[in-house]
């Protein structure tokens, strides 16, 4: 009796072990699929083969927020599928990072947001077709008459938020088409109280750390900044498909 009773009893620490042996093994990797949620989509690999960086290389403190990757925008819908990392020619990343340490010397409660980087020509033709034949026009690069500085990864549009993640009044929304964006005119938009002083420091607060960072203003938007003259960039580099 007593040897059934051993013999059953072996039965059952021999199943039970090599359940829990099984159940502790190490997954076989080669069938086990995961994704890297940071992994390049095809489009991003593509722009990457192509030389341009993404900013989150150089500095990851830098916020991305594509506005054409979402249909927040003025064409009301999503122009970049794929897209989500603000690539650019190195050379403008590296002055766009730098740009964010100048700005943490002056202000450690602020910080800089990209809302658009380098852009397909296929997108400023898509665009350029929305605003063409109307008071817009100033505002959109014309692909008719050559690459625009988004289109060369020459370009950043940027801004400045604060310490909770918001926006400081700059004295219009990003992407506005009125005179409120403009940056040769702001003195006039001060005595017609278009904007404010608070919001005129902040554009000059902005202005200042990246023209210190070697990048250049324009006169027709407070958040756009280029690498270089466009006839240089044109010459320097390739259009990006």
Request: hydrophobic content about 40%.
């Amino acid at each position: 009796m007593k040897t059934r009773f051993y013999s059953l009893l072996a039965i059952v620490i021999a199943i039970t072990f090599t359940g829990l042996t099984s159940c502790c093994n190490t997954p076989d990797t080669g069938t086990l699929q995961t994704t890297d949620p940071n992994a390049d989509t095809p489009k991003e690999a593509s722009m990457r083969a192509a030389g341009l960086v993404d900013i989150h290389d150089l500095d990851t403190t830098i916020v991305v927020d594509l506005i054409y990757a979402k249909p927040l925008n003025f064409m009301g819908r999503t122009l970049y599928h794929g897209v989500n990392k603000a690539f650019m020619q190195p050379e403008l990343a590296q002055k766009l990072a730098n740009a964010q340490k100048i700005l943490k010397k002056k202000r450690l409660d602020l910080n800089l947001i990209v809302y658009d980087a380098a852009r397909p020509i296929s997108i400023q033709k898509e665009m350029w077709a929305s605003v063409e034949g109307t008071d817009m026009e100033d505002f959109v690069a014309n692909p008719n008459k050559g690459a625009g500085m988004h289109n060369l990864g020459t370009a950043v549009d940027v801004t400045l938020i604060d310490c909770t993640g918001h926006p400081i009044p700059m004295g219009s929304e990003y992407d506005y088409f009125g005179r409120e964006s403009r940056t040769n005119i702001e003195k006039d938009l001060l005595k017609e109280g278009r904007i404010t002083i608070r919001e005129y420091e902040n554009r000059l607060l902005l202005r200042e750390v990246m023209v210190e960072a070697g990048l250049r203003p324009i006169d027709e938007e407070w958040w756009h900044f280029d690498l270089l003259p466009a006839k240089e960039a044109r010459v320097k580099f390739q259009v990006i498909e």
